[in-house]
């Protein structure tokens, strides 16, 4: 739209030359992005190999010395993610703006080559998928890289996204009754933003008729039968793991030891790794990696969650119910939600 702006007031339609000018500077505009992204990608990775040692806990410190030499076990650490996110944004941003610029510039000029630019698209985007794999950190083939983005679960385009990056990826997700999911994705929203709509106001378009606003994200996101169907169509089921949200606090270990398995790990940690504690009413780790004192997480973890009246939660129940159904179906688990 700028170009075309630009050039019906700027550059008369009949003048090649200048319309040549336009489209060479185009071009070179569009390089030194380009160019900018790349090395905004660079820069980033630094930080990120930095955090490295954070990431990954070394197996070797936990007890299995023969496998351990070999693998290092990684987790994203809470600034790892967002340190990618954001770059992620900000050169997806880069990205659409490129394309968008060059098409539209395609679709004006039709006497240039549109051949070249399309070679120039295809680098583009050779160089965007490029960025994003360097912002993963190396790793051997002994170790695993793990990536951490919960909203990618109900995010349309992300199946399709990763599976062109590697279809062989293993997915994990931790689902627990999306009633108290919800509840809790409204508690953590409060607390940022104490001036929302009461919890009811916002789940139900008519509570009376009980109908409930399926466009509030804390409700839609526990229709998981409707994000998992999205992920089926690229990954088969057993390239996906669940691990159960609730047993994850009642038996950490338990849940760990099936996620090793997943993962074609030794199972390495076990329940000589967690002890409960009573303060936080949660399993804390007893010695991570990083220090030798026992570690909880943080206190935006386990909150005690907003007071909904019971009749609201039962309505959301029922709501749920054959959501739930065809999801414990479909993974051939009944997670006990009812
Ligand atoms: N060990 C331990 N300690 C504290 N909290 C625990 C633990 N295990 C699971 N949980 C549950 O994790 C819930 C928070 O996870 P989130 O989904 O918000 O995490 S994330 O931000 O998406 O990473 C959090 O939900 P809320 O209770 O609603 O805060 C916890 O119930």
Redesign the pocket.
Known sequence: MAYRFLSSRIVPPSNRLSRRFIFIFTISLSFMYLCYSILLCSGTIMPNQRLEEHRCVRLKNMGSKKLLQKSHYCTISAKARVISDETRAVSYKLFVWQYCYIADYESNMSDIGTLHVIEILVEIRRMYIKCHRGLMPRTLDSQITME?T?SYFVTREAPRRISNMSRETKLIV?VRNPVTRAI?DY??TLSKKPDIPSFEELAFKNRSQGMVDTSWNAIRIGMYILHLENWLQYFRLSQIHFVS?ER??TD?AGEMGRVQDFLGLKRIITDKHFYFNRT?G???LKKPESSSQPR??GK????T?VQIDQEVIEQLREFYRPFNVKFFEMVGHDFRWD
């Open positions: 951490k919960p931790v809790s508690t953590q949200g994850l606090i950490p936080k949660f399993p804390c909880c997480l935006s973890k386990g909150r969650h």
